[in-house]
């Protein structure tokens, strides 16, 4: 199951969007690019926009949550 850190960007009832952010490096110039990407995430612990939270994968909700929160 994969984890990931990131911030509360965006929160609707039951959902919340995670912003995670990643350095990808390249193979043979070896310059660093900073990768960001939202994941809608199943919420049932209450975030408000800003927190930072732990996010995993689970089963799908509905059709783009593919993540639920795990801890705040």
Do not use: L
């Not at 390249?26 to 732990?54: L, W």
């Amino acid at each position: 199951m994969k984890t990931f850190e990131g911030t509360v960007v965006r929160v609707q009832p039951k959902t919340a969007y995670v912003e995670v952010s990643s350095v990808w490096v390249h193979p043979i110039y070896r310059k660093a690019k900073k990768v960001t990407q939202v994941c809608a995430c199943h919420d049932n612990k209450g975030v408000k926009v800003g927190d930072v939270v732990t996010i995993a994968g689970c089963r799908p909700m509905s059709a783009r949550k593919r993540f639920m929160i795990v801890e705040k």
